[in-house]
């Protein structure tokens, strides 16, 4: 008999995806998109319609293997259960939990997900990353400016009559947001897209600025002056919402359009022009990127555009405000994350971007065993040589994946993770999808493989902890749902075929109650100040190359992969992209193969001339695995300036010739 399921897309991704599963036989025999879902509508990505393949790859990972001898060897479940629970109690007797280090990440999105780091809190505490590699500057941004990161519904877009793409390339990384856009286009919306590179999304729309890299907050302040300067600004919602307004009147009045000409390399009439369109739009919404914050002055350049908006009124109103991150319903499903947290009384952290010389320098007590899982720390960490240098000294390494990654084969033990289709799940995203997804069970998992959740519950048995607050799976999304059901009058059974939503989110700060100490609109943060930041939204410099490694790197996210899981199967040597200008300066050809060095290291790459590439800057696509070339072997551990984030763009580099 056949049978229909809806699965979520369990990749960290804006859209969230829901699919509609045909299942015959124990097997998948037919994958599309749920027509219903009030965000994605059917339509799913490259990277969503892979998920079945790569699930029944022959090289996926099937069953536990122990390293012996440098080689991997299959091994049952009962055996790494007695090895893990051996090592952890005696750690936590030799050197105490803090030796002990749980890294995850969102490589799998679902509520499951959060179990090993719910574990680990019942263990007592352990160390474990904060920060991001990802937002991190901007959530912390929007929290001084607004008290938290809240966007519209996706359809509130077609309300706008200016809206600003703003270091963001959706038709790569958010194609529902694109699809939307060009629908606001056709009903006469004006889109302006502001980027250092001319994307994807850039080439679709008639307006493009270019603008230097890292500069985004001058370009912010510069476009509030001209509107303060022409007495565009909304008065009446600058009294009423709006903190610390002659502050910023007054630092603002320093960004006049002759000097954000000079930072921004934007010609006056330009910035201008965009300002005056934006004030004077009866609606106009601001979408940003991830890029912009990554840079080391990447916070406040979103406290900078969080103020354009405010100084205009346009937050709280249909058409309107500054989405940047969605956080509707995540707040209402980690409750028993957050309780676990009660039990982690020997907690340590490091910041995330500088894994490799946090594991250089713990030494009271040294990180004795490492646990990831939905994570691939060996490509995606900022400054890899010195992540890779340091990641032997930890003698017990344990690894969840699908495959063979390049953390996974560093590992003493490496588990097989379910996918998505193989368990019942509860998917959210706090980016810019507002629906909870329940997802269900379509197929059993390969003959004996364990799902990490149940892993894990095993694991709590063999020990004897008997705190985790939950039994098994069901009960633990059935508690970690109710706080969201509860909100809305639903029961756990209506999950299934909803759509559930928090209507009254639709438009983000509508009631005009800010989360910020003061209720309003912050300007200036006290509690910016206090952290030891610019209670004002600032622009710091951007950082600069030398002589030696001139060029800025950009590492972006491609349209076929998920940071570095779509790169499997991939063994092609990356691209770098330099526009001709920049190629003429180093005296490469097209097509050629040239290496581009960092500070520490070099890849091989092969060489594509392209003008959408700004001035001085090489391109390169990241999530490539060592096998090809691993960009982030040239990327540096700077970190931003509010949030802990990995500002992976002010990484420099060079090009050399082969010879």
């Known amino acids: 008999m056949k049978r229909q399921v809806s699965v979520s897309c369990p990749m960290d991704c804006c859209d969230l995806c829901r699919f509609v599963v045909t299942v015959e036989q124990g097997q998948i025999i037919k994958f599309e998109g749920d027509p219903h879902h009030p965000v994605t509508k059917g339509f799913t990505c490259k990277k969503g319609k892979d998920l079945v393949q790569r699930m029944v790859h022959p090289d996926r990972i099937r069953h536990p293997l122990i390293k012996k001898n440098d080689q991997f060897f299959k091994a049952s479940y009962e055996e790494v259960l007695d090895i893990i629970a051996d090592k952890l109690t005696s750690i936590q007797q030799d050197f105490g939990t803090k030796a002990i280090l749980n890294y995850t990440s969102d490589g799998y999105g679902g509520l499951k997900n959060r179990i090993q780091s719910i574990f680990f809190n019942c263990f007592g505490g352990v160390t474990q990353p904060r920060g991001s590699l990802c937002w991190g500057a901007g959530i912390a941004a929007q929290q001084y400016d607004f008290g938290s990161s809240k966007g519209h519904f996706p359809d509130d877009v077609l309300n706008a009559d200016t809206i600003l793409v703003w270091g963001r390339n959706p038709k790569y990384t958010s194609i529902h947001l694109y699809t939307l856009l060009k629908q606001a286009q056709k009903k006469g919306s004006r889109i302006i897209v502001i980027d250092p590179v001319k994307t994807a999304t850039a080439k679709a729309f008639d307006d493009y600025i270019r603008i230097r890299p890292s500069t985004d907050g001058a370009l912010a302040l510069a476009m509030a002056n001209t509107i303060i300067e022409n007495n565009l600004h909304d008065k009446k919602f600058v009294e009423k919402y709006v903190l610390g307004f002659n502050r910023f009147k007054a630092y603002a009045s320093e960004f006049n359009l002759k000097r954000a000409e000079q930072i921004t390399r934007i010609s006056a009439k330009t910035i201008e022009a965009m300002a005056l369109q934006y004030a004077r739009s009866k609606t106009a919404s601001i979408y940003i990127g991830f890029g912009m914050q990554r840079y080391h002055n990447g916070g406040n350049n979103i406290r900078c555009i969080d103020a354009l908006a405010a100084v205009t009124g346009k937050i709280g109103k249909k058409g309107c405000g500054v989405n940047y991150a969605a956080r509707s319903i995540s707040p209402y499903l980690y409750d028993l994350d957050r309780k676990s947290g009660i039990y982690a009384k020997n907690r340590r952290v490091f910041t995330v971007g500088k894994l490799g010389e946090f594991l250089e320098a713990a030494n009271d007590p040294p990180v004795k065993a490492i646990f990831v899982a939905s ?166 410099e951007p950082s600069c190359g030398n002589d ?93 300036d509010m949030g802990k984030q990995a500002a992976y763009y002010d990484s420099f580099c060079t090009i050399e010739k082969i010879s």
């Open 375 to 540: 994570a691939n720390p060996l490509t995606q960490s900022p400054d890899l040589e010195k992540t890779i240098r340091n990641f032997p000294r930890i003698e017990f390494k344990v690894v969840f994946d699908h495959f063979m990654t390049d953390t996974a084969k560093q590992a003493d033990i490496v588990l097989p993770a379910a996918f998505v289709f193989e368990q019942d799940d509860l998917f959210a995203t706090s980016m810019y999808s507002p629906v909870l997804n329940y997802s269900q069970k379509a197929v059993d998992p390969p003959e004996g493989l364990m799902p990490e959740f149940e892993f894990y519950l095993k694991l709590a048995e063999k020990i004897g902890m008997k705190n985790l607050g939950f039994k098994d799976s069901e009960a633990y999304l059935r508690k970690s749902a109710q706080p969201f059901l509860d909100k809305l009058g639903k029961r756990f059974a209506q999950l299934p075929g909803a759509y559930l939503r928090i209507e009254t989110d639709k438009i983000a700060w509508e009631d005009k109650v800010f989360k910020t100490p003061s209720g309003k609109i912050e300007l200036y943060s006290e509690q910016a100040l206090q952290d030891g930041l610019s209670p004002l939204p600032s622009f710091i």
């Open 548 to 640: 030696q490694f001139p060029l800025r790197l950009l590492t972006c996210h491609t349209i076929d992969s998920m940071h570095s899981q779509g790169f499997a199967f991939n063994d092609e040597v990356p691209k770098v992209y330099l526009n001709r200008k920049t190629a003429q300066e180093f005296a490469v050809e097209k097509e050629s193969y040239v290496f581009v060095k960092g500070e520490k290291a070099k890849i091989k790459v092969r060489l594509c001339i392209d003008n959408a590439i700004c001035d001085n800057t090489a391109f390169i696509y990241q999530g490539f695995w060592h096998k090809s070339g691993a960009v982030n072997y040239l990327t540096k551990s700077v970190i931003s």
